[in-house]
């Protein structure tokens, strides 16, 4: 049984990110969590002239560096210039002009005085108080500089990234494709939400768990829905998946149960296994599998079936897969966080063991608090509202309250 160490190495290594040119497509600025394909360079200097961070008075240094309320300095006011107007004058010795925040500053000022700082009299000004040099003048080229690297590839679009395209009139963005996750549920005890449930069965929840997941994440999954624990079946849907998908995420029938046939119908389809259990709790019968597909390189997760079991398995290694196919250079890894555990945490010792919990910044430490009921591999209800796992490492059969835990988040 690999460790989860091992299994994070050849799960990583074996994930080939999507590649520029053949894997992008171009998309328009309000494309929210795309993965950037190229990188973006202006021919804009940012700010794009010398403008004024104030409304006030362009004046010259010069000429007000004595002023103060006992003897203000007294300006003429040559012009006005509002943001989105081209200034007319050059402002001479003697002279300033009435100024608007973001406004381009005329020739012969180099200083910004806030109108808080001065008294007008019709077209004249009294400066109250001395500037310093340059004050409130925002220069050309001091945010960005044209030609420079504006934001690089292989980083998220979000907002920020957003905002930046669009002040540099990047309208037509060139991303990469969403990765395609097929995702498929196994097992002949398994039911929609909406059908009535007969003795025995089991509501579907995983199907509709790791969907979320794959679309929070900004890819595409293909829902492919139940498959019965039928060989051939199970076969057909699997193969069907791997001609679609990039990543295929069955759960189920990774058991060692009579009715677990995930492995053998991967090797009768020339998939390539590399892990068959994890020594991890939960999520020990994790599979994963290669299979090479028209020259792509698709992924197979075989996660467990029990909810919570495929759903840790998810964050911990296939969250950071799917990251870093979508072409994520940096930020794909998994994110742990150092934490004081609020609640004792146990383990049996012999696998690494998540819990799951509450994360949350008290006074500026990391809390974990754990949450209450069954920590039990089938009991989804309270993974609810839970944003972390925490980590008890192998050997370690318990961490006491106030000790410090390794975190993973999973949410906000
Ligand atoms: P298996 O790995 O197929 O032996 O399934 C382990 C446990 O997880 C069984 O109790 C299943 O009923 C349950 N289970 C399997 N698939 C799902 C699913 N898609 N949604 C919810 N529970 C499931
Ligand atoms: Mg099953």
């Known amino acids: 049984m690999l460790s989860v160490r091992d299994a994070e190495t050849t799960i990583f290594n074996l994930t080939q990110p999507l590649q520029h040119p053949q894997d992008t497509e171009i998309v ?10 190229t990188p973006i360079t202006s021919q804009l200097d940012f700010p794009h002239w010398d403008n004024s961070a104030m409304d006030g008075y362009a004046v010259r240094y010069a000429d007000v560096e004595s002023a103060n309320h006992e003897q203000p300095v007294i300006l003429e006011i040559v012009e006005e210039i509002p943001a989105g107007y081209q200034p007319q004058s050059t402002i001479q010795s ?12 005329p020739k012969g000022a180099d200083t910004v005085v ?16 001395a500037p310093k040099n340059q004050e409130f003048v925002r220069h050309r080229g001091s945010y960005y500089q ?25 309208v037509k963005i060139s991303v990469y494709r969403k990765p395609k996750v097929a995702i498929l549920s196994t097992g002949n005890e398994l039911v929609r939400p909406n059908q009535s449930l007969q003795p025995g069965q089991i509501v579907d929840s995983n199907q509709y768990a790791l969907a979320a997941l794959v679309h929070q994440m900004g ?41 677990d046939y995930v492995e053998q119908i991967i090797t009768s389809l020339q998939g390539t296994i590399h892990i068959r259990a994890v020594a991890m709790k939960p999520g020990k019968p994790l599979t994963f599998a290669t299979f090479d597909q028209d020259e792509r ?7 467990p079936g029990n909810p919570v079991s495929a759903l840790v398995t998810f964050w911990r290694f296939v969250q950071p897969a799917i990251a870093k196919f979508s072409g994520l250079v ?22 690494e063991t998540y819990v799951w919990g509450r994360l949350s910044l008290v006074d500026g430490v990391y809390q974990f608090q754990l949450a209450g009921g069954s920590h039990s591999s089938g009991n989804l209800i309270n993974l609810a ?16 309250a106030g000790n410090a835990v390794k975190v993973l988040k999973i949410g906000n």
Not at 28 to 37: E, M, P, Q, T, W
Not at 231 to 259: C, F, N, P, R, W
Not at 297 to 303: A, D, R, T, V
Request: a negative charge; charged letters at 15%; hydrophobic letters at 45%.
């Open 330 to 351: 940096d930020a794909w890894q998994p994110q742990f966080i150092n934490a004081t555990t609020t609640q004792e945490l146990r383990s049996a010792g012999k696998r």
């Open 297 to 303: 390189n698709i992924l197979y997760f075989g996660l």
């Open 114 to 129: 806030m109108q808080e700082e001065t008294h007008r009299d019709h077209n004249h000004i009294q400066i109250l108080s």
């Open 94 to 105: 003697g002279q300033a002009a009435r100024i608007f925040t973001g406004a381009v500053m």
């Open 385 to 400: 509202q839970t944003n972390a796992l925490a980590v008890i490492p192998v050997g370690e059969k318990v961490i006491t």
């Open 219 to 259: 890819a595409e999954p293909l829902v492919i829905g139940i498959v019965p624990d039928d060989k051939q079946a199970l076969q057909q849907a699997i193969a069907d998946s791997i001609t679609t998908a990039d990543i295929v995420l069955s759960s189920g029938g990774v058991s060692v149960g009579e009715y």
């Open 28 to 37: 328009d600025l309000l494309s929210v969590n795309r993965i950037l394909a």
């Open 146 to 170: 044209a030609g420079n690297q504006l934001l690089p590839a292989g980083i998220r679009l979000n907002a920020p990234e957003i905002a930046v395209l669009a002040a540099a009139q990047c």
